[in-house]
């Protein structure tokens, strides 16, 4: 299969005082990508960080930064995050019914790499199109927590939005958010996700090291061919 296992610490569960030192462990753990959690207060109820930070955090780090928009207007944050070394720009589909294809061309030409996410109570459907139009969306993250916060439950059902996407999109990045830890990534690994961002299952662990080896090991069995 053409899909391989990224693994994504939140950055919203580290120490975001030693936001540099902190980027720099998960990546010598083996971490893949950077999980960047961007609220705005009023598309959910929590406000975190914005450009500055990732503008920031570029200065010390060459690692892919997967930034995910839980904001209201993400046409209004493009160009900044593109400056500040964004690599992914994930913003969320009920919040782009009209422009999606001008979101995705301005990420594009703003040197990142769109993806698409949906909250629980989205329908998958929604996201279809995205994929398939002519400036198509590279990655889908399907939410499995109301999005806002680290550290709620993992939601079960929302796999069976995995597994329509992965029988339809045999080689599209499908990313997980929220409660993946050791004892949900079989779950969402045997659905057909391979982009796995874990927050505080990784930062609460005594080795954040052997938890992202799992996360890993669980998504390379089951998205080798057989
Ligand atoms: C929630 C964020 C997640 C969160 C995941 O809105 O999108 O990325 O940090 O945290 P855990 O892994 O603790 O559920
Ligand atoms: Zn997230």
Redesign the pocket.
């Known amino acids: 299969m053409g899909v391989s296992p990224k693994i994504a610490p939140?950055m919203?569960?580290s120490d975001f005082a030693n936001l540099a030192a902190e980027a720099k462990r998960m990546i010598d753990l083996g971490a893949n990508w950077l999980?960047m959690?961007i609220m705005d207060g009023h598309f959910?109820p929590n406000l975190t960080i914005g450009a500055p930070v990732i503008e920031s955090l570029r200065k010390h780090t060459n690692a892919y930064l997967d930034c995910?928009l839980?904001v209201t207007n993400p046409m209004d944050y493009v160009e900044q995050m593109g400056k500040a070394g964004a690599s992914g720009f994930t913003f969320h589909v009920e919040v782009a019914k009209e422009n999606w294809q001008e979101l995705v061309k301005k990420i594009k030409s703003a040197g990142m790499r769109p993806g698409v996410a949906l909250k629980p109570g989205t329908p998958v459907e929604e996201v279809y199109p995205l994929v398939e139009g002519t400036t198509p969306v590279e990655m889908v993250l399907v939410?499995t927590?109301e999005?806002?916060?680290?550290?709620?439950k993992f939601m079960p059902n929302m796999m069976d939005k995995v597994r329509a996407l992965r029988h339809k999109y045999p080689t599209l990045d499908i990313e997980v958010?929220?409660?993946?830890g050791p004892s949900t990534i079989d779950a969402a690994a045997e659905a057909g996700a391979n982009c796995i961002?874990?927050?505080?299952?990784v930062f609460g662990a005594p080795e954040p090291g052997e938890v992202i080896s799992l996360l890993r090991a669980s998504v390379e069995k089951n998205s080798s061919p057989l």
């Not at 999005?147 to 709620?152: A, E, K, S, V």
């Not at 958010?177 to 993946?180: R, V």
């Not at 961002?197 to 299952?201: C, I, L, M, R, W």
Request: net charge negative; aromatic share 4%.
């Open positions: 939140s919203l569960s999980h959690d959910v995910h839980m939410m927590v999005p806002g916060f680290g550290g709620q958010d929220g409660g993946l961002v874990a927050g505080s299952s």
